[in-house]
Nanobody, 115 residues
Framework: VQLVESGGGLVQPGGSLRLSCKAS????????MSWVRQAPGKAQEWVAD????????YYADSVKGRFRISRDDAENMLYLQMNSLKPEDTAVYYC?????????RGQGTQVTVSS
């Protein structure tokens, strides 16, 4: 299993970013996937889940209405569209196989929200 995230960076509060995750080494289609994040000095926090059908999604209350998880099974890609970013969204973001980050995750991509 290999998961490679990209798309992080520095953004001002209220801004947007789109994270991407390229998956390989397993059958991506119909596999449940998730995004989790970890801020410095804090435990890992679940962000969003997407089921294999692509339309059933769940979000943490802290990101609901601002973030959107999606997938492209033809390209083995997982995405996280993040809007209205807040300083408290600053963290390393990981894509993971399985719901709620239960299985393998990638190396992560840093998201910093600061003015």
């Amino acid at each position: 299993v290999q998961l490679v995230e990209s798309g992080g960076g520095l953004v001002q509060p209220g801004g947007s970013l789109r994270l991407s995750c390229k998956a390989s080494g397993f059958t991506f289609s119909n596999t449940e996937m998730s995004w989790v994040r970890q801020a410095p000095g804090k435990a890992q926090e679940w962000v969003a889940d997407i089921y294999g059908n692509g339309w059933l999604t769940y979000y943490a209350d802290s990101v609901k209405g601002r973030f959107r998880i999606s997938r492209d099974d033809a390209e083995n890609m997982l995405y996280l569209q993040m809007n209205s970013l807040k300083p408290e969204d600053t963290a390393v973001y990981y894509c993971a196989r399985g719901l709620q980050g239960i299985y393998e995750r990638g190396q992560g991509t840093q998201v910093t929200v600061s003015s």
